[in-house]
């Protein structure tokens, strides 16, 4: 086996969350993603679907209709997109391999802006690149970028910046003038930008669109700009694995080339029900942000109020990211709360070492009720002469 291969970390997560699986007295906070199924009206598009026999290969690119719909979709959030620039992809984690793969040659400088969820940093590791961190910095529990520091590391030798935001674990976001002024300087260093942006939905600041800021809305069609997006967050559907991904038009008939030799389509069953979900977003997406920002409210001034921890409302995302005081080593935190307390959070140095001492916490709860008893038990155990 290679060597890069060799070299990757384990989940840190998987490995917490591997430690209380199975176990009916554990309240899982653990994995980026809520409770709540994928609403009928996609569930039945992708039944209709089966039942017609749509069992067979679609285009690489993914389905016209699917392409259009998702094209007329990002048009009525940002400047309009051409249908010709979307790729359909099996999740968004498989669009972000992707990315990667039409982008980066083993040997080439790749920096990140971390935490962040550890796919992004593993994926160009594995083809082989050196991959850098500009670490965000924590003050009282919100995480800010030092736009000077990532200009510094990113030169003309960078040959890729990758970026979420909406951030995860840290809830993180860009500025319109942060997006402006990364995407000014990677123009003059001739860096493409990779741009995870499945969050943008989940955004609880008031915007004219009801979306986080994006660099669609700051670029040209042209610019070295790749654009990351699922539905898995924003319509509920994190097991169908189907994203997206904006293209300029000069990287569109590789990718497909790509696509044909990594998945060579994505199932015409799970597209449909995408066109569904496109569909009902209307209804759906706004549903879910209300009810997540509902949980963030909910959970944040709970946590705010234990003694010891560090935490800031998140601008977007579905998570809680805290500190709790005295505690260096958040691996062997999170498995004593599962162990101890029956709370299953993810470790803060999953995501970055600068995150060590560090817990997330997924608020994607239907039962809001739930958050309050994880508190408890969070409270609960801090309180236990049994821990020292």
């Known amino acids: 086996m290679r060597e890069a291969i060799q070299n990757l970390e ?18 899982a906070f653990w994995f980026g993603e809520g409770d709540e ?3 009928e009206p996609i569930r039945r598009a992708a039944i209709e679907s089966l039942q017609r026999g749509e069992t067979f290969y679609a285009h690489n690119l993914g389905l016209p209709e699917l392409r259009e719909a998702i094209a007329r979709y990002m048009s009525g959030l940002h400047p309009a997109i051409d249908a010709g620039r979307i790729a359909v992809t099996s999740g968004g984690v498989n669009a972000l391999m992707l990315a990667v793969q039409a982008l980066v040659d083993a040997g080439d400088e790749v920096v990140a802006v971390t935490p962040v969820w550890p796919n992004l940093t593993a994926q160009p590791a594995i083809l082989g690149a050196r991959v850098r961190s500009v670490p965000l910095v924590p003050r009282a529990g919100q995480w800010t970028l030092d736009l000077d520091a990532l200009r510094a590391a990113v030169t003309p030798a960078t040959k890729l910046l990758v970026i979420n935001a909406p951030n995860n674990p840290t809830g993180w976001t860009l500025t319109r003038e942060e997006q402006q002024a990364i995407l000014d300087h990677c123009r003059r260093t001739s860096t493409w930008i990779l741009a995870d942006e499945v969050y943008e939905r989940l955004y609880y600041e008031p915007t004219p669109n009801g979306c986080a800021p994006s660099f669609l809305d700051v670029s040209v069609p042209d610019d070295r700009l790749v654009v990351v997006h699922s539905f898995s967050k924003s319509f509920l559907m994190t097991g169908w694995r189907l994203g997206w991904l904006v293209l300029p ?19 015409v ?5 995408g066109i569904a979900a496109l569909g009902v977003s209307g209804e759906v997406t706004p549903r879910v942000v209300s009810h997540l920002k509902a949980c ?14 560090q935490v800031a409302p998140a601008r977007g995302g579905m998570y809680a990211f805290f500190r709790l005081e005295g505690f260096d080593d958040s691996l062997a935190l999170a ?12 470790p803060g140095n999953a995501f970055a070492p600068e995150a060590q001492g560090w817990l997330r916490w997924c608020f994607a709860s ?21 821990r020292a």
């Open 10 to 27: 384990a989940s840190k997560i998987r490995e917490v969350a591997n430690a209380g699986m199975g176990r009916a007295d554990v309240l």
């Open 37 to 39: 199924v994928t609403p």
């Open 249 to 267: 038009p000069t990287l569109v008939e590789g990718m497909g080339k790509l696509i044909e030799f990594n998945t060579s389509c994505t199932s």
């Open 269 to 273: 069953f799970t597209q449909r029900a």
């Open 296 to 309: 963030r409210d909910r959970l944040v001034p709970l946590l705010a109020e234990v003694p010891g921890v």
């Open 335 to 346: 498995k004593r709360l599962v162990a101890e307390a029956g709370l299953g959070l993810a």
């Open 366 to 386: 239907k039962d809001p009720e739930r958050l309050s008893q994880g508190v408890e038990r969070l409270r609960g155990w801090l309180a236990s002469p049994s």
